[in-house]
């Protein structure tokens, strides 16, 4: 059975950092496609990050150049550092694998073959 499961998550002032962790059992991370999306209240769910079985990344343009995805293969862990946080980061974030590798940063509704975390809560706090 595999489960992703995410730690990381609370309350901080703008620009403080927070980093969240997704660790995977009963799947290989480094065999998929892995992201980060985000639902604020109210809002629809949106695209992150995303890490490419080679190595390549992606982000949103309002994360650019403050949040960085990585992943630990020696732990199986996927890894979203933040940096100078917002008010509007404030929301609830969710790491995805996609074994068979079609994750976009449009993939918001994600895909039957997903495997998904629990979801951490993010409070940026002005």
């Known amino acids: 059975q595999v489960q992703l499961v995410e730690s990381g998550g609370g309350s901080v002032e703008a620009g403080g950092s927070l980093r969240l962790s997704c660790t995977a059992s009963?799947?290989?991370?480094?065999?998929?496609?892995l992201g980060w999306l985000r639902q604020a209240p109210g809002k629809d769910r949106e695209g992150v990050a995303v890490l490419k079985r080679g190595g390549s990344t992606n982000y949103a343009d309002s994360v650019e150049g403050r949040f960085t995805i990585s992943r630990d293969d020696a732990k199986n862990t996927l890894y979203l550092q933040m940096d100078n946080l917002q008010p509007e980061d404030t929301a609830l974030y969710y790491c995805?694998?996609?074994?068979?590798?079609?994750?976009?940063?449009?993939?918001?509704?994600?895909?039957?073959?997903?495997?998904w975390g629990q979801g951490s809560q993010v409070t940026v706090s002005s």
């Open positions: 009963g799947y290989t991370l480094s065999s998929a496609c």
């Open positions: 995805a694998a996609d074994p068979l590798c079609f994750m976009t940063l449009g993939s918001v509704s994600g895909s039957w073959s997903w495997y």
